[in-house]
C-alpha cells in the first residue's frame, strides 16, 4: 500500500509535468548543501521550480500524463528536475552558469516541448536567446527597413530643400 506522501508527491509531479514547457532531469548527487541553496535560488530567480524526487514517483507521474520515453538511464541515480512553465531554456542557462563554478549539476536528459532531448543538448539551449532577447532581435530586424524606407523617401525632399536654400542664397 502506497503511503500518502508518495500518492501527494506524484500527483504534484503530475501537476508540474502536465503545466510545464521544459523538463530537466539532473544529476544533483555530490551538491553540498550551500550549493544547493544556491542553486534552488538562481532557479528562483529565473521562475524554475527545482525539486528533488525518486524515480519511480517520476515514472508514475510521467505515465499518467502519457510521457514515454522515459529509459533506465534517465531514471539511474539522484534525480532532481528542473521544471519551466514560461521560457523553456531558463533552467539550461541557470545550469550552464552555475556549472562554472561547480562540477554539478549534470543534466541527465531533457523533456522539451513534449520532445525527448539527450541531456548534451542543453549547452545548445542554454545558448539560444530567450523569448524577450528574440523578440528584441525580431523588432529591430522589422524596424531597420521602416527607416530605411523613411530616410529613402525623405532624401529627394532633403535635396530640393538644400537647392533651393542655395538658390536663396546666391540671390540674397
Given at each position: 500500500m502506497p503511503n500518502s506522501k508518495n500518492i501527494e508527491q506524484?500527483?504534484?509531479?503530475?501537476?508540474?509535468?502536465?503545466?510545464?514547457?521544459?523538463v530537466y532531469f539532473t544529476e544533483?548527487?555530490?551538491?553540498?548543501?550551500g550549493d544547493m541553496t544556491k542553486l534552488r535560488s538562481e532557479f528562483?530567480?529565473?521562475?524554475?521550480?527545482?525539486?528533488?524526487?525518486k524515480n519511480t514517483l517520476i515514472k508514475l507521474a510521467?505515465?499518467?500524463?502519457?510521457?514515454?520515453g522515459l529509459d533506465g538511464q534517465l531514471l539511474k541515480g539522484s534525480t532532481a528536475l528542473a521544471i519551466a512553465y514560461d521560457e523553456p531554456v531558463s533552467p539550461a542557462k541557470v545550469i550552464k552558469k552555475f556549472t562554472k563554478d561547480n562540477d554539478l549539476p549534470s543534466v541527465k536528459g531533457i523533456l522539451f516541448e513534449g520532445q525527448f532531448l539527450p541531456g548534451e543538448e542543453f549547452k545548445k539551449l542554454a545558448n539560444l536567446p530567450s523569448k524577450e532577447e528574440s523578440l528584441t532581435i525580431l523588432i529591430a530586424m522589422l524596424n531597420s527597413p521602416?527607416?530605411?524606407l523613411a530616410s529613402t523617401l525623405n532624401a529627394?525632399?532633403?535635396s530640393l530643400a538644400g537647392v533651393l536654400n542655395s538658390l536663396k542664397e546666391k540671390k540674397s
Open positions: 506524484v500527483k504534484e509531479l503530475s501537476d508540474s509535468f502536465s503545466r510545464a514547457k521544459a544533483y548527487h555530490g551538491l553540498n548543501v528562483f530567480k529565473a521562475d524554475v521550480e527545482y525539486k528533488v524526487a510521467a505515465e499518467e500524463n502519457k510521457i514515454s521602416m527607416q530605411k529627394p525632399l532633403q
